[in-house]
């Protein structure tokens, strides 16, 4: 009987690790590697993007601005589901300040109809760039995480939660540094 059960628990195991995909090759499960803390204020690397839209995307365009950045998965549930929160809290609560900006970053690499679908699907109103992944790893984050970067570039909160769990403390930060 142990022997039984021990096979269908190993039969179990292995269908859930095999299932790490969907049909689009999107990740269904959280990256492995875990967020790395923040360490006396890392510099922000440079990126250069494309939005859904055909805009470039780069951090050099945000010099001198206090900057969110919030990565997701095209179709990520929770990333769906915080988005217009997200929306809301920090680009329509913030977006007349002058020295503050917010962009969403697609680390799941999606094609552009799918960024624009998650955006329709959202209500986010901010710029959404495509590809993202390799960004994602030189931020040293996932998707569905918010990082907030500095008016002197440098990464001053990198979430180690999903977004909802840390969205209350990264508008009290934006508040702070826009006061």
Do not use: H
């Amino acid at each position: 009987m142990n022997r039984l059960v021990l096979f269908f628990f190993s039969i179990l195991l292995l269908g859930l690790i095999s299932c790490s995909s969907d049909e689009e090759g999107t990740p269904t499960t959280p990256d492995p590697t875990p967020d790395k803390p923040i360490t006396n204020a890392d510099p922000a690397p440079d990126f250069d993007l494309i939005t859904f839209d055909d805009f470039p995307l780069r951090m050099s365009d945000y010099q001198e601005q206090n900057l969110v950045i919030f990565f997701f998965g095209n179709s990520c549930p929770p990333c769906q589901a915080v988005g217009p929160d997200i929306e809301s809290q920090l680009n329509e609560a913030f977006k007349e300040k002058e020295n503050y900006s917010i962009i969403g970053i697609d680390q799941w690499d999606g094609n552009a109809a799918s960024v624009e679908a998650f955006r329709d699907r959202t209500g986010i109103n901010f710029p959404l760039g495509l590809m993202g992944s390799g960004v994602a790893r030189q931020f040293g984050t996932t998707y569905d995480r918010l990082v907030v970067v500095n008016a002197e570039a440098n990464i001053i909160y990198r979430g180690n939660s999903i977004a909802a769990n840390n969205l209350d403390e990264v508008v009290a930060l934006v508040t702070d540094l826009l006061d």
